[in-house]
């Protein structure tokens, strides 16, 4: 969906008093990721399908983050950002789509809008501090580190939540949906990936405790935002632990819960709804009624050794109603191995491997074998089976502000269709960033 950021600037604060801090900053980006897609096995097709024949996409992102500070223990960010591209299949028949810069509302014309717009505050709660450089949303100084972090505004609830070094960034990391986060995790977003909301975060000696509330699109998967925050929301809280496994091989665990709160359709509606019709099962005639949506996940991540780390995800979501934002999986996990090139004199290049596996719940999974059609879903008839992703990919780095990877992903069952696929992917991806 929208842009993440780098997992370094996650959950940064402002410390009460600052020694030789930048007062501001101005930094930009810019992703260019083109992909081809060859024909593959596709016996019949729906409304929403990955189609079978060859196929090209690109996608083009730019954005400037200006940082202020504007008092001792606050700052202020600004992100504008443009977009364009031209997503494979209209952007439908997968879970696991293949490039998380590709917004659905990216097209050939290029868009430019307001990513972030929001302010940092921090109570410090100790003396100890330690020294960060300066970064997109990020400006140089002393933090705290036992301290209480507020946000507020406009941003991604990725910017805050289920950080992870290894896998977090699709514009210099994988580029799957369900690999640079939980693929069930349903977070609150507009169709970009952005939302408005606050969160608080507390860090003390190794833990981090994180929570905080969104406002939903009006509409699944819709720009519009709905500003009612008290009553249609999307609730995070998240758990961190970081710990030393021995041999200096840090690590760090991530226990994540959320709850959305939205005028959402639920499956056995649509069923039953389609069954006394006769019609095939439809979400927009039951879309009339409040109804929760929770999840609960695990984010593991584990440094190997100095140039070796991995990952692991897990996430289960209660797929009782449909997918509000982000993408259409009940049950996600991932994992995979990053490589520094150190060992082949290539320090600065990484090479990534990881596979994720994607579930639908009963419900979820009946009305589509019924023939009913999702935001993303909808082959006309289904054969279910997990859809299984393996992504592999190499970042070369031919100067500091330049990255050029070459990215390689394989399908099982495009869209749990086990009659369908396996479907290739193969891309080339151009990242600047100053």
Do not use: C
């Amino acid at each position: 969906m929208g842009a993440s950021v780098p997992a370094a600037i996650l959950s940064m604060a402002i410390p009460a008093k600052v020694d030789a801090a930048e007062d501001w900053n101005a930094k930009a980006q810019s992703t260019i990721v083109w992909q081809f897609k060859p024909a593959f096995n596709s016996p019949y097709e729906g409304a929403h399908t990955l189609s079978g024949a060859r196929e090209d996409s690109y996608s083009f992102t730019a954005t400037a983050a200006l940082g202020l500070r504007i008092g001792a223990s606050t700052e202020l960010y600004f992100d504008p950002e443009a977009a364009q591209g031209d997503p494979l299949s209209g952007l439908t028949g997968l879970a696991g789509f293949t490039n998380g810069e590709m917004a659905r509302t990216s097209g050939a014309n290029l868009s430019v809008y307001r990513a972030r717009l929001f302010v940092r505050h921090v109570i410090a709660l100790g003396d100890e501090s330690k020294e960060v450089d300066s970064a997109m949303n990020q400006l140089a100084g002393q933090y705290p580190l036992r301290r209480v972090t507020l946000t507020a505004g406009n941003l991604s609830v990725l910017d805050l939540f289920d950080a992870n070094q290894y896998n977090h960034d699709p514009r210099t990391q994988f580029l799957n949906w369900t690999v640079m986060t939980h693929g069930a995790y349903n977070f609150a977003a507009d169709a970009r990936g952005y939302t408005w909301g606050l969160a608080a975060e507390y860090q003390d000696d190794g833990w981090a405790l994180r929570v905080g509330r969104f406002i939903q699109p009006r509409e699944p998967n819709q720009l519009s935002l709905d500003r009612r925050i008290l009553r249609h929301y999307g609730d995070q809280v998240e758990l961190e632990r970081r710990f030393d496994a021995g041999e200096g091989r840090p690590g760090v665990l991530r226990m994540l819960v959320f709850r959305n709160r939205a005028v959402m359709a639920r499956y056995d509606d649509a069923l039953a709804l389609a069954e006394s019709t006769g019609s095939p099962p439809s979400l927009a005639p039951v879309r009339t009624t409040e109804h929760t949506k929770v999840g609960a996940g695990v984010n593991l991540e584990q440094t190997l050794s100095r140039d070796v780390g991995s990952f692991l995800r897990a996430m289960w979501a209660d797929g009782k109603t449909e997918t509000y934002a982000f993408t259409e999986a009940d049950r996600s996990i991932s994992a995979g191995t990053s490589i520094m090139g150190t060992s082949w004199k290539r320090p600065a290049d990484y090479l990534g491997v990881a596979f994720a596996i994607n579930v639908l719940s009963r419900p979820h999974r009946q009305f589509l074998e019924r023939g009913g059609t999702t935001f993303f879903l909808g082959d006309g008839r289904l054969n279910y089976a997990p859809e299984q992703i393996v992504e592999i990919y190499y970042s070369f780095a031919p100067l500091r502000q330049l990255a050029l990877s070459l990215d390689y992903q394989r399908i099982a069952h495009p869209g749990y269709n086990a009659d369908r696929g396996p479907a290739s992917f193969f891309a080339l991806r151009l990242h600047l960033e100053n």
